[in-house]
């Protein structure tokens, strides 16, 4: 779980905080951003990895034109993947892995 927590804390923490619900830096710019510890309301309990995956991926909503403050992180993730590595591998690796963290903090 350390590897997922890192991963967390290197892409997610600095705009959604730390996984105790403090604040964050972004709020200070009069945006907060979702309390990750209650994403079961939104995408069930355990977790829907295909749509959460999805989400944070976000290149196929870029795609459909979707506005979304959110970065897309398919883009920023996966650049220095080669061409031979399929899609799916690439989506299982960090995205599974904070997924993992963020169904292990999840409340209620």
Known sequence: MLVART?????????HGLSDGGPTPVA????QP?????????????????????YIDGRHARSLGEERIMPVWG??????????VEVDEMRAGTIGLL???LQ???EG
Do not use: V
Not at 28 to 31: D, I, M, R, V
């Open 75 to 84: 883009d920023r993730l996966y650049e220095h993947f080669p061409d031979t």
């Open 7 to 15: 991963s967390y804390d290197r892409y997610c923490a600095a705009c």
């Open 99 to 101: 997924i993992d963290y």
């Open 34 to 54: 979702a309390d990750l510890r209650r994403l079961g309301e939104r995408y069930g309990t355990p977790l829907d990895r295909e749509a959460l995956t999805d």
């Open 28 to 31: 200070e710019l009069g945006f």
């Open 104 to 106: 292990s903090i999840q």
